[in-house]
């Protein structure tokens, strides 16, 4: 069954066939348990017919009754987004502030329609994708006068394939397995894979700024855009399709990461490439942090172009590579459609090595083309099988708090910027989970000018009292990596979470035109209102 057509879970992410069973809950709980010391017990999963909502506060037109609901079950799914909190909360079936109405548009007119009628009742309109979002960013604002969520799933299609310049116009609603079973028959692939892919949509990664699994070279959804196709309430934004252009400020800069507050994305051109064939990879052990990190920025400079250069810190790797805990893992892999990858892993680990990277020779992966298994065995496989996919929830309610915030800086000020921020949040957590709590790192993307490190964190909150010890570490967070120089979201998106960060760091100008822009685009400020800026 196609993705988009497929019933979302409302406590978990993905769909209700991600769902954990109550048997792998129960065993969760007797893991916490222990650790605990004290008995701990899933809480039952409620029905959704039965949560309590607000009342709607729209009343539908006879012409848009057709794809525009105000049933209690789409009310409910559409409230939140996918952050472990907004899961938490609809596992203990509080659902604060859901939409009022639920549009699904199945086409171009269709969507016209329901923004034109939220343009003029005043309603907030609020683009939805795969709901993937961990920044509050499709959430229902506090104070509107009503709210209409515009799932995008109707717009499901691939229209349009260009073998000869290798790209395709896809619509917004297309969810990442969907396109790639539509490309693989032609040989071709995005190759755009978020960690959220079984689950978002081709629209969300553009209005998000996606960052997707390839370390260096192409990660973020920038540089797979050629065109957009988008509506605000002044009428429709379609860029011209083009390689690239010299011609001004572009067109798509401006609306890849608008995160909804300009308009509605319809539909994308986007660049393809052949599937890979070719294949290296290889887990290199350091004995130091620096000394891995050293290493990466060496290989990152050489301009080798590897499409996985991940390093794991010492925590890191011990959890999901079974390393002892003294240190660094760093994973490196290559791909290609046509040339054979072999040199270019051997010049990689040959770099590692200089720093004091260990690797034995037969533990170095290469498929010729032949299709060989490679970064399935040992430390590189253990991390493989960790990583791939989400949690889908079997923690949820037992008392764990978790959660990551990502970042980028420069490498002149890396050792720095990582010893301060791990001064600043492991106090911060501290204070409110106690010394069992845990601090990780890893590198997902490097650029030759600086790494971007994904901080990870966890440990134990009293129930009930998750948010605000939440709260209190995610504000330590925001506050030392923009205090340290570096960026308050690397790929998460901004939202409404990261606004205090955001607010910081962008300058003040920019901030004056994007205003200007929303109030020429959006002048009744009803697009996904305090995201980015201020209603």
């Known amino acids: 069954m196609p993705v988009w057509n497929q019933p979302r879970s409302f406590w978990t992410w993905g769909n209700v066939s991600d769902e954990p069973t109550q048997a792998e809950r129960e065993r969760m ?17 409620p029905k959704l017919e039965e949560v309590a909502l607000t009342a709607t506060r729209v ?26 909190l907004e899961l938490l909360k609809a596992l203990r079936g509080q659902f604060d502030n859901p939409p009022d109405a639920v549009a699904r548009p199945r086409d171009e007119a269709e969507l016209e329609a329901v923004l034109a009628w939220c343009d003029r009742q005043g309603y907030a309109a609020i683009p939805y994708g795969g709901a993937t979002s961990v920044v509050w960013g499709v959430n229902v604002p506090a104070d509107s006068n009503g709210a209409v969520t ?21 619509e917004a609603g297309v969810f990442g397995p969907d396109l790639e079973d539509h490309l693989r ?9 978020p960690q959220s892919f079984p689950w978002s949509t081709v629209g969300g990664w553009v209005a998000t700024r996606s960052g997707g ?10 540089d797979f855009v050629e065109s957009i196709r988008m509506l605000t309430p002044r009428g429709w934004w379609t860029s011209r399709r083009l390689p690239g252009s010299g011609a001004g400020p572009s067109p798509d800069r401006l609306v890849i990461g608008s995160e909804g507050i300009l308009g509605v994305i319809t539909s994308v051109w986007l660049r393809l490439q052949k599937r890979p064939v070719y294949r290296a990879t290889a887990g290199v052990v350091f004995p130091s942090w620096t000394a891995g990190s050293e290493a990466t920025r060496h290989i990152v ?64 992966r290469i498929d010729d083309g032949s299709g060989k298994a490679t970064g399935r065995e040992g430390a590189v496989g253990a991390w493989r099988q960790s990583f791939i996919g989400v949690n889908a929830g079997v923690g949820n309610g037992l008392g764990l708090l978790s959660d990551t915030f990502e970042t980028a800086i420069t490498w002149d000020r890396w050792p720095e910027f990582d010893a301060f921020v791990r ?49 209190h570490i995610k504000d330590a967070a ?17 939202g409404r979470m990261h606004r205090p960060g955001y607010d910081r760091q962008v300058p003040e100008l920019f901030q004056a035109s994007l205003r200007a822009v929303k109030q020429t685009l959006d002048p009744g400020g009803i697009l996904n209102p305090g995201v980015l800026i201020d209603p």
């Open 59 to 84: 009343s539908i037109p006879e012409p848009l009754a057709g794809f525009v609901s105000t049933s209690h079950r789409e009310r409910a799914l559409h409230t939140y987004g996918g952050h472990s």
């Open 29 to 45: 709980a007797r893991v916490v348990s222990e650790r605990l010391g004290r008995e701990v017990v899933p809480p039952p999963v």
């Open 213 to 222: 699994h390839y370390a260096t070279n192409h990660t973020h959804i920038d």
């Open 150 to 170: 515009i799932d995008m799933a109707g717009f499901h299609r691939v229209l349009e394939v260009d073998d000869v310049s290798r790209a395709a116009r896809i």
């Open 301 to 364: 400079q050489a301009k080798l172009w590897p499409a996985n250069l991940r390093l794991l810190d010492p925590v890191e790797a011990q959890a999901s590579a079974a390393l002892d805990g003294q240190q660094t893992l760093l994973i490196v892999g290559f791909e290609s459609a046509d040339v054979p990858q072999g040199p270019n892993v051997q010049a990689a680990v040959g770099i590692a090595r200089e720093f004091g990277g260990q690797v034995d020779d037969d533990a170095i």
């Open 478 to 494: 925001t506050q030392a990596v923009v205090d340290a120089g570096g960026t308050c979201t690397h790929h998460h998106a901004v």
């Open 423 to 471: 001064d600043r949040v492991g106090r911060a957590l501290t204070e409110v989970l106690g010394e069992g709590a845990r601090l990780s790192c890893r590198f997902t993307h490097v650029y030759p000018d600086g790494p971007a490190p994904y901080y990870s964190f966890s440990g134990i909150a009293p129930p009930g009292g998750e948010p605000d010890a939440w709260q």
């Open 185 to 193: 028959p032609q040989g071709l692939t995005l190759r755009h894979f």
